[in-house]
């Protein structure tokens, strides 16, 4: 299955290509206009069932994979669902885990902690978006005669491909929402995932709906001198 994975063989150098060289000038230009741009990226739990290009999801899925990941394994994999039938599978499971999770589940803590989102059991947006992704995290990989290999930093990994895979959606003019419902096992079934793989999270992926509201505070983010140090 890893064309990538070869065990033992060592990689070609080839002189770092792609330099970018640019000013000073040039170099706080881009950065501040991709803070603007970034900035413009919210989390909807609304969406409309607009279409979205095939084409559009396979060229951000290929920004995704160009993510570091550890030994340049590159241990996630991303099942893209558009079948109603297998959205509405996802939304009974996904919908009767966190019937669960908010019915006594959850830490007293944790509902206190998503009570300002006003989240609950109903989660319509997995059946009203055009795509769901499922990104899974490959916990261990599997070559093609069934041996096994360690992957490291799998989460560490998965995460970066997936926050490179939100940045394409969004500059594409797509909204997303991050959703995990809790347990996410039954998503390897649905998918038709193997075992050395685990659901890492659901990116519900689409335009947000007409009457789309986000929180007003989840536009406060934390200062820049509260969230980084300078030493
Ligand atoms: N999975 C639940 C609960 C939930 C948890 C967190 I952390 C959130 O940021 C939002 C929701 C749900 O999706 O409702």
Known sequence: MSKVFTPGQK????????????????????????????????????FSDT??????????????????????HQPWHFCVVRDPEIKAKIRVAAEEEERAFYGGRAAEEWLNALAPLGT???????????????????????????????????????????????????????STLTHTPNPMKFLNEVCERPSNEKAFLILVVGHPAEDAVIPKKSQIKKELNEMSSFL
């Open 120 to 174: 609950d059991t109903e989660k319509p947006f997995l059946e009203t978006a055009p795509y769901l992704i499922i990104v899974f995290a490959e916990r261990y990989g599997v070559l093609e005669d069934g041996e096994t290999f360690k992957n490291y930093y799998v989460n560490e990994s998965t995460g970066i491909a997936t926050g490179f895979l939100i940045n394409a959606l969004h500059s594409s003019g797509l």
């Open 51 to 72: 279409p979205v290009a095939r084409e559009v999801i396979e060229n951000c899925l290929k920004a995704a994979g160009t993510a570091p990941s550890g030994a340049n």
């Open 11 to 46: 990689y070609d150098p080839i002189p770092y290509p792609d330099r970018q060289d640019l000013s000073v000038e040039e170099m706080i230009k881009r950065s501040a206009e991709f803070y603007v741009a970034i900035q413009k990226r919210h989390s909807t739990r609304e």
